[in-house]
Every structure is written in structure tokens, then in C-alpha cells.
């Protein structure tokens, strides 16, 4: 991905700079019940088994 912006260099200096694309993702996980409409959600940075693990124990 080329990012295209401006730097401070001497005139005829093409300047180098380093570059980092960064994205912050946000996961959620939600249970919802068809019989009185009641739901759990959380909203969580991550996604592994013992973010799983929390989230049923706190479900339950």
C-alpha cells in the first residue's frame, strides 16, 4: 500500500520515511434467546480460547 504524504527535506532530497498501517479491531460475541427476548453480549479486543472461556463464564 503506498501511503503518499509530505516531509521536511532539503530541496532535491527525496525523502524515506517508515511507515506502519495499524487497525484496531473490536470482536463481538452476543447470545440471544427466541423465548422472552433476553440477550448476553460483550464486546472484546481479542479472540482467542480464554477469551471465549470468560465470556461463557459470565454467561452462565
Known amino acids: 500500500m503506498t501511503h503518499v504524504g ?3 527535506t532539503a530541496k532535491g ?3 524515506i520515511v517508515n ?3 495499524a487497525f484496531k479491531n473490536t470482536y463481538l460475541y452476543g447470545s440471544y434467546s427466541p423465548i422472552d427476548a ?3 453480549t460483550w464486546e472484546v479486543e481479542g479472540v482467542d480460547t480464554f477469551i471465549f472461556e470468560a465470556y ?3 454467561f452462565s
Do not use: C, N, Y
Open 6 to 8: 509530505t516531509a521536511l
Open 38 to 40: 433476553s440477550h448476553f
Open 13 to 15: 532530497v527525496k525523502p
Open 19 to 21: 511507515f506502519q498501517q
Open 56 to 58: 461463557l463464564k459470565a
